[in-house]
């Protein structure tokens, strides 16, 4: 009997996992058949932007977090395919930070020239996946079109829904009272909403960063961004600023922990995600903060407890899509039988050797490390194609420098080069901070 393996979500992860079993397929393996779930109607995850917020067309919660404008906030070369490279994509080496549009080609291009859409049922959601008594698994799907639900059973279920998508929405006093709007970062989609108007970000992460600084280059007023446990410590450009955490909110005045008061128009929670699994079994289900090494997977990939059930991408993310490849090439292997899942002590001493050296990081370059040895140990069991792993950490590093150095422009340097070519990334023809037209015309055909 062929095995069949469900694959939850066709984002940057599931894409990693249908690509890989085609690898194996072209080297002569016999495959399990594969059948991926996405309940969106295109690939790419959050690299798919949409418009919409709240619920999308199907009444489902919208998945889509990313926003018009997004450049990637690392370096490219630390997230390249280490089988198809951009060069191979675009023909000549283009700049470091794309922005959304060019990153969402790259990522499309590698799943035609495999052809996996073949096994993606877009528009259908997963609703439920439990075990069966016969040590399978039971997997109730819906198509989002017709309402029609479907239970089919299966070997293995890869979880690869992501998770930035459910917002983390904190209260304070005084919000059902604010006059203006208040919303999450996961509902931001274009910084032209909030020109002129005076802001408070909330979070000291990546969104809070990236989003106050959008807003300001697009015209907006001043901006306050509020910090719970440290502020990020940026240079940051006239009209931006950190001060400590909202106490709460009186009319148009924001109050801050150190007594001091702003005048806001609008709020932006940059407050974070939730992992959420809630078509999930409980014995089955993920439960993890968002860290480097999540809770309950051995490999950080494998469900400990049931490793028939995979989990994929759900760290915090330095590296991406190299991550991604990794995990993915492994599930595959332990699959097909290439990779031997131990027993569970054999299991958890691994996991707690793991957990005991993430709960000693301490610095930006520490994570990187770890994240660069997480991802070296996956490799070493598999055939994915060897690159420079020590040249990224170099390059996370070289980044972080550059973004103490100037927040602002940090996505103007040039010069990384590519793990997997070594080809050197030339500068972009415009300052991050002036280039308001983010298209892919703009970005790749305009800089050759
Ligand atoms: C605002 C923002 C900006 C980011 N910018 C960058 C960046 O610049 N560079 C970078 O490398 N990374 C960035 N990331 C990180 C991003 O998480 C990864 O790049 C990547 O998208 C994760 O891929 P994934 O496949 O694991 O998850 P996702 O991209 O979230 O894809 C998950 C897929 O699963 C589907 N799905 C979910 N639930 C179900 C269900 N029940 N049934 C069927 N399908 C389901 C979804 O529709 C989606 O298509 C950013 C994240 C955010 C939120
Ligand atoms: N391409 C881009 O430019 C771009 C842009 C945006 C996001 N991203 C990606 O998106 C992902 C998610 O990043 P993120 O910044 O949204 O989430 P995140 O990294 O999880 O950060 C969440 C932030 O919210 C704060 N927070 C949580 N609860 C709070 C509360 N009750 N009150 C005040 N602050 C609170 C946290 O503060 P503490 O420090 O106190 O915990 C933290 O600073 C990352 O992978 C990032 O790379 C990329």
Not at 114 to 132: C, F, G, L, S
Not at 297 to 326: C, E, I, R, S
Request: proline residues 5%.
């Amino acid at each position: 009997m062929t095995q069949r393996v469900a694959i939850i979500g066709a984002g940057p992860s599931g894409m990693a996992q249908l690509h890989c079993f085609e690898e194996a397929r072209k080297q002569g393996v016999d495959v399990p058949e594969l059948v991926c779930f996405e309940k969106q109607d295109n690939w790419g995850g959050l690299w798919n932007y949409t418009w919409r917020t709240g619920l999308d067309e199907h009444g489902e919660p919208c998945h889509g977090s990313m926003y018009r404008y997004l450049w990637s906030n690392g370096p490219k070369e630390c997230l390249e395919f280490a089988d198809y490279t951009f060069d191979e994509h675009f023909g000549r080496p283009i700049p470091s930070f794309p922005p959304r549009e060019v990153l969402f080609d790259y990522i499309i291009g590698r799943a035609k020239k495999n052809d996996i859409n073949r096994h993606i049922r877009y528009k259908t959601a997963v609703r439920w996946v439990e075990e069966t008594s016969n040590g399978k698994f039971r997997v109730t799907s819906e198509n989002l079109d017709t309402n029609d639900s479907s239970t089919e059973e299966f070997d293995y279920v890869i979880v690869a829904s992501g998770h930035f998508s459910i917002p983390n929405v904190p209260y304070y006093p005084g919000f059902e009272r604010f006059p203006g709007r208040i919303l999450h970062g996961h509902d931001f989609r274009d910084a032209l909403e909030f020109k002129d108007k005076r802001l408070l970000v909330m979070g000291s992460s990546y969104s809070a960063e990236d989003i106050a600084l959008q807003c300001r280059k697009y015209g907006s007023g001043p901006v306050t961004i509020t910090y719970r446990t440290n502020p990020m410590g940026f240079k940051w450009p006239d009209g931006v600023e950190e001060v400590p955490l909202l106490t709460h909110v009186d009319g148009n005045t924001a109050h801050f922990k150190d007594g001091s008061t702003r005048e806001i128009d609008a709020i932006i929670m940059c407050t974070g995600y939730l992992h959420s699994f809630p078509f999930m079994a409980e014995d089955l289900k993920l439960v993890t903060a968002n860290r480097l090494w999540s809770d309950g997977l051995y490999k950080g990939v494998f469900w400990m407890d049931n490793p028939k059930v995979m989990y994929l991408g759900m760290q915090d993310q330095y590296y991406t899509f190299t991550q991604f490849d990794a995990e993915a090439w492994l599930a595959r292997d332990a699959i097909i039988g290439r990779f031997e899942v131990p027993d569970r002590k054999a299991m958890q001493k691994d996991f707690d050797a793991w957990r005991a050296k993430e709960e000693k990081l301490e610095t930006p370059y520490d994570d990187i490390d770890f994240q660069a040895d997480h991802i070296a140990d996956l490799v070493q069991y598999t055939d994915y194609p060897e690159f420079d792993l020590d040249l990224t950490r170099k390059l996370f590093y070289d980044w972080e420098h550059h973004k103490d150095e100037n927040i602002v422009t940090y996505r103007d340097r040039a010069g990384f080069q590519s793990p997997c070519t070594g080809t050197e990334s030339p500068a972009h023809h415009t300052d991050w901070w002036r280039a308001l037209d983010d298209s892919m015309d703009t970005y790749v055909k305009q800089s050759a």
